[in-house]
């Protein structure tokens, strides 16, 4: 038996509600992913290089752009709005329109700001440049997406976590290549030389990366995309400009007024729509929740080391404390940071593999604060300094490679884009807090030495006190985010026990019963058994090369073949692959593994469905079928060795539709809005859904087996059933709601007032249902209730009671009279 794991993400992510598209590659197979990976790392590279390149130069903007420093502080700020704005709409365009398409979008946008700024020493342009600049920011979200499409499950973990790291990695590199070019060329090099990575990071794109076939449904959310801008601009704004405008002046409480009105405006506005640009019922899941909190605390932590080492190492030695290196020393000194973050990608897969990401986020963020904490006494020398960035770079590492898993691991791969795109945004809000708060630290804890001010070393300290403190912030709220109980579910490949003959199957070697090939747990934890083969054994065909390799060896190794092109004396197997409804599938891989459990052969199902494998020598073999969107099927044949066999059909169960309608209320009219939840068997939230406007769901895509369907909507009792899904015909759901319903009253005196105080019990069969105190107008209220038979009775005078009926969900009014007790003669 051969068991194949895979990276484990947080439990399972919702099977993809999206559209395939034809686009899949010939064949229907997915087009060979072995360049992306670098690819995509390459394009996060070259969107940190954009955002670091102008920070050797930052204190010399006023006068290399003629203008007061207060003013030169928005070439910085522009590109920050632009890329807060720009990354969760990017993200949700590429979920609706392909995101290989908008990653194209961004880095053009990004060259086309990059050759303004190149050309320009004006403010108001090179400000212009720096915003469109800033679009590139959306690269990341969609570069996640992309893998989370393309990529074989195994390799995601580690292509996620370079992905994510990319922005450290290009930040560090660029500090001293920057610093270099500033020192020995015209400053604008710098703009031209970002154009010219963009320009080779698209071509590179273009020439590897496939475009993706995961769509979400529906359409751009134009309002929500404009009410979000104005929202992160208004909030944003104060944020980065505080500490020129003054914390408490008119402008920035305004803004700040300005950015709640208008986030709470937008956020009601998302909840009523159909296609909202934000899911915020997704983003309101606790592992969704939490793992956007704790990228805040990441992202402060990310920069406050930027903000200080490359001024103490530039500092002059007369300071006392500072450490007099040159602008590309200093950069050199804080070049590891980003050089870590990406040597521990490999790590964070092997933890994540074995622990979950969940772990490696909170082993990330403790190795950040002790960077942070031990670098507080750490700033006597440059080597010091190295050893700060090297520590903090390997915990933002691991922290900044799990936050993407997180989030995938939560949402359905139709919100890919949009989900990372909103979690980079709170990482670029960390950045933003994270400058606002460090700056005003260090403007206020500074001295002067001669015409300027200088920072004081209590500043520095005080700033690596506030990032370890944020980071360990992010530890407690990441704490609470959910344990992984259990692997990914791999597929499982059994063979049949060996015969009396030492061959598989029976006494005569042939193996007659379909071999199964389905979802299964495999243990983890101490002293779970695991028989695990490694990613190089298991994703990628041995490739048969060289003039020594057998003519079988070349039939059988690659979808080149065309069928028909075995000669009728090769030994081998033809057949179809069929669908549950008996349509060929075409472009289906057909897989054939020997008794070994060693691959002997793959090749491509025709149009007609048809295929043709030739084996390698006589016996009994598996042979496997799959299809994108179709669960995986495996039937036992036997190898005559003397011409090609006919072999079984392989008939492929496609995704299962489950799907229905929602009614409720009295008259059993159609519920809008109704919620629908499907669990598994171990009770995880596969995808959920809403119902539209005639009460109508549905939820494609779902792999066949048995799961739990949950259906609620306010006023009415929730419901849940069991569903089996078998993949062949879609499920059908018709749901009625009960309604809850409402008792309320008044409870009045012997004198027919109202009586205040009074206890009022609700009793369904025996047991207390509710329990009220009445309010100085005597009232009372029982909501949400599902019986149909109560009591009623109420306390502090001589009880009275009174049977209650309710029906069809109406409101009940009912009001008792109380009677003062006579009092004893004295």
């Known amino acids: 038996m051969t068991r194949t794991t895979t990276d484990q993400l947080p439990g399972r992510a919702a099977p993809a509600a999206a559209h395939p598209l034809p686009e899949a590659g010939a064949g229907g197979h997915r087009r060979a992913s072995g360049g992306i990976v670098p690819v995509l790392a390459f394009s996060g590279i070259v969107v940190a290089v954009m955002q670091t390149l102008l920070v050797p130069v930052i204190k010399d903007l006023p006068t290399l752009l003629n203008t007061a420093p207060s003013n030169a502080t928005w070439v910085m700020t522009s590109t920050l709005l632009a890329g807060a704005v720009s990354t969760p709409i990017m993200g949700r365009l590429g979920d609706l329109n392909g995101k290989r398409r908008m990653m194209l979008a961004s880095l053009a946008v990004m060259v086309v700001g990059s050759l303004i700024c190149g050309f320009t020493s004006d403010l108001l342009t090179m400000i212009v ?29 580690s292509a996620m976590a370079l992905m994510s790291s990319s922005i450290g990695v290009g930040g560090g590199l660029a500090l001293p290549a920057a610093a270099l070019v500033a020192q020995h060329a015209d400053w604008h090099t710098l703009f031209f030389g970002a154009a010219g990575l963009g320009v080779l990071s698209m071509g590179l794109t273009l020439l590897v990366v496939p475009e993706s ?50 986030l709470v405006l937008w956020g009601v506005m998302e909840l009523r729509i159909a296609d909202p640009l934000v899911d915020l019922r997704t983003s309101a899941r606790r592992e969704v929740l939490l793992t956007n909190l704790a990228s805040i605390t990441v992202g402060v932590a990310f920069y406050a080391i930027s903000l200080v080492l490359p001024q103490l190492l530039q500092l002059p030695k007369s300071t006392g404390y500072g450490l007099g290196q040159s602008m590309v020393v200093a950069g050199l000194c804080v070049a590891p940071l980003g050089l870590t973050m990406m040597l521990v990608a490999p790590l964070y897969a092997r933890i994540a593999a074995r622990r979950g990401p969940k772990v490696s986020l909170l082993l990330g963020m ?68 994270s400058s606002a708060v460090i700056g005003m630290v260090l403007a206020h804890m500074s001295m002067s030495m001669g015409p300027v001010t200088v920072p004081t070393m209590d500043g520095f300290r005080v700033s690596f006190g506030i990032a370890t403190a944020a980071v360990l912030v992010g530890v407690a709220v990441a704490a609470f985010l959910p344990s992984q109980r259990k692997a ?268 205040p105080d009074a206890s009022v019990t609700l009793v369904a069969d025996g047991s207390v249902a509710g329990h009220a105190v009445t309010g100085p107008d005597g009232g009372f209220a029982f909501s949400d209730l599902s019986g149909r038979h109560y009591t009623l009775s109420a306390a502090g005078y001589p009880p009275q009671a009174a049977p209650i009926a309710l029906a069809g969900g109406a409101d009940e009014v009912l009001d008792l009279d109380l009677v003062q007790p006579a009092r004893a003669a004295h």
């Open 366 to 433: 403790l190795v950040i604060a002790v960077g942070y904490g031990a670098g507080i006494g750490l700033m006597d020398a440059p080597w010091q300094t190295v050893i700060i960035a090297v520590v903090v770079g390997a915990g933002i590492g691991l922290a900044y490679s799990s936050l993407p898993a997180l989030i995938i691991g939560a949402v359905d791969p139709s919100e890919t884009g949009a989900a990372n795109g909103l979690n980079t945004l709170m990482r670029s809000i960390g950045t933003s807090v």
């Open 488 to 755: 990914g579910r791999p597929t499982l490949v059994a063979q049949s026990g060996d015969g009396a003959d030492g061959e598989p199957g029976g006494a005569d070697g042939t193996v007659d019963a379909a071999a199964a090939v389905g979802p299964v747990t495999v243990a983890e934890g101490p002293g779970a058994a695991t028989d695990r083969t490694e990613p190089s054994e298991r994703s990628e065909p041995s490739e048969p090369s060289g003039p020594s390799t057998p003519s079988w060896a070349r039939l059988a190794a690659g979808p080149e073949d065309s069928l028909g092109s075995l000669p009728a004396a090769t030994p081998g197997f033809r057949g179809r692959v069929l669908d549950a409804a008996r349509v060929p599938v075409a472009g289906a891989t057909v897989t054939l593994i020997d008794r070994q459990g060693r691959q002997a052969g793959v090749t491509p199902a025709g149009a007609d469905g048809r295929y043709e494998l030739a084996a390698p020598a006589a016996g009994a073999y598996v042979l496997i079928g799959s299809a994108p969107g179709h669960e995986p099927q495996a039937a036992s044949a036997t190898c005559h060795g003397e011409a090609t066999s006919a072999a079984p059909d392989l008939v492929l169960t496609g995704p299962g539709r489950l799907g229905g309608s929602l009614a409720g209320g009295p008259d059993g009219a159609p519920l809008a809005g109704g919620n629908v939840v499907v669990t598994d068997g171990w009770g995880d939230v596969v995808t959920h859904t809403a119902s539209g406007a005639d009460g109508k769901w549905e939820v494609p895509h779902l792999p066949p087996g048995a799961y739990t369907l949950v259906l609620s909507a306010a006023g009415h009792q929730p419901h849940a059933r069991s569903v089996e899904l078998s993949g062949a015909v879609p499920e059908r759901q018709e749901v009625r709601l009960r309604p809850t319903a409402t008792v309320r009253g008044t409870v009045r005196g012997p004198d027919g007032l109202p009586l």
């Open 213 to 262: 076939s995961v769509r979400a449904r529906g359409r751009f959310d134009v309002a929500g995309a404009l009410g979000l801008s104005a929202g992160l601009v208004a909030l944003l704004l104060p944020i980065t400009k505080g500490s020129d405008w003054g914390w408490s002046s008119p402008t920035t409480l305004g803004l700040f007024g300005i950015a709640a009105l208008v």
């Open 129 to 157: 440049g720096r915003a469109l600049q800033g679009f590139a920011m959306g690269a990341i979200p969609l570069g996640i997406g992309i893998m989370r499409d393309e990529l074989p499950r195994e390799r995601l973990g």
